[in-house]
């Protein structure tokens, strides 16, 4: 008998374990619904959307996850197990789960750590493992797992609770901590996790902060710069996350690209926020290029750093796998910056990834990301203009 318990333990052990690392070993990449629907959700609305994922080419660019954010909930029944709203979902969650696998792709959903939800659904406090085995016979993929609603809560150990009971239900699981960088997740997280949110939620804004009395909603740019110090917590199986994308909710085509560029950059989840049942051909290109999403998902996993620095003009660098590196050249300003670029006068030598460039003793082709096509290579200074608000992407390749 106690031979048999240790069996049982150790392939538990083992199962919990190997389902975190088999999961995320490259950025996530999907659609959420908050950004442009908020609490107006509806099972139509996510069907049809999972048509468009397929339909609009970003299924094959690599995006996986339907993701419903707050609101798809119900009441819970007097066991406590929670049900979905029966006048929005009226098929049920599992039916929708269903028809969003048929499709070849997975599902997410959302819930929180607190008594509520931040729209003021019942959250997952005391019921942690109750809602994980609802989610696992739904089929669920994913879990966001929100921070609102949490007074008295720790948040390490609430999201470890979280996880045991994602363990214990049996499905492997996305687990994306949402709970907006306020206890630094990126010193303790990687255990629990497979991303972790580093910052409050993004608005459709490249250089702003919206106040909202308590909390504020930022920029592009204002998310961007609180990532530089942490990426030596990121890497394959758990991700900084500077928060969904914002391409196509009212950014000009130029924000779109950038944005876009630098959360590839930064190694982020691409977890679309526009509507993509009835998005532009331009967003549609930007969202499904795969050449950026090639920087993002390299195997190598490291997030970008900045190697130069000067009044607007600031240029990134990645190392990839295959002694690829990825820079971007990034405008943050209102006129155009001219710049020639001399790689010579630069190498790379990041301690984080263990990757070393030199430029000098060695060439590499220049792929333009956006342009899709080879521009040169480091044999000679790189001379060009980075337009408004707008990145020049390239992958160096030896």
């Known amino acids: 008998m106690k031979k048999i318990l240790f069996i049982c333990f150790a392939v538990a052990f083992q199962f919990s374990y190997g389902q975190k690392f088999d999961l995320a070993k490259t950025p996530p990449m999907g659609w959420n619904s908050w950004n442009t629907f908020a609490c107006n959700i509806n099972e139509d609305l996510i069907r049809k959307t999972a048509d468009a994922m397929v339909s609009s080419g970003m299924k094959d660019a690599g995006y996986m996850y339907i993701n419903l954010d707050d609101c798809w909930h119900g009441q819970r029944d007097v066991q406590g197990f929670i049900h979905e709203d029966a006048t929005r979902f009226p098929s049920g969650i599992k039916a929708l789960a269903d028809y969003v696998h048929s499709k070849g792709l997975k599902i997410g959903i959302y819930s929180d750590a607190g008594t509520q939800t931040c729209g003021g659904k019942p959250g997952s406090r005391g019921h942690e493992y109750q809602d994980a085995i609802t989610y696992a016979n739904w089929g669920i993929d994913y879990l966001k797992y929100d921070w609102c609603n949490t007074d008295g809560l720790k948040a390490d150990e609430a999201y470890k609770t979280m996880r045991d009971a994602i363990y214990s239900a049996g499905r492997p699981m996305v687990f994306s901590i949402c709970e907006w960088g306020e206890s630094k ?214």
């Open 185 to 398: 997740p990126w010193t303790w997280a990687s255990n629990i996790g497979h991303s972790w949110r580093t910052t409050g939620d993004i608005t459709n804004c490249w250089d702003c902060e919206m106040g909202y009395g308590t909390w504020s909603k930022l920029s592009v740019l204002s998310i961007l710069d609180k990532q530089m110090e942490l990426r030596q917590y990121a890497g394959p199986g758990h991700w900084n996350d500077p928060d969904m994308l914002e391409v196509g909710n009212g950014l000009s085509f130029s924000e779109n690209r950038a944005h876009f560029s630098l959360w590839c950059m930064l190694a982020a989840p691409l977890i679309a926020g526009n509507d993509i049942r009835n998005m532009s051909n331009e967003t549609r290109e930007i969202l499904t290029n795969k050449e950026a999403i090639g920087i993002d998902q390299d195997v190598l996993g490291v997030q970008c750093y900045k190697m130069f620095g000067r009044g607007a003009f600031e240029v990134y660098a990645k190392p990839m796998s295959n002694n690829e590196v990825a820079i971007c050249f990034l405008n943050r300003g209102e006129t155009p910056v001219n710049f020639d670029f001399n790689w010579k006068d630069f190498s790379i030598s990041d301690g984080i990834s263990g990757k070393s460039y030199d430029f000098v003793k060695t060439k590499f082709k220049l792929f333009d990301c956006w342009q899709k096509k080879e521009i040169g290579t480091t044999a000679v200074p790189f001379k060009s203009t980075v337009q408004p608000h707008d990145v020049i992407l390239l992958r160096l390749k030896p």
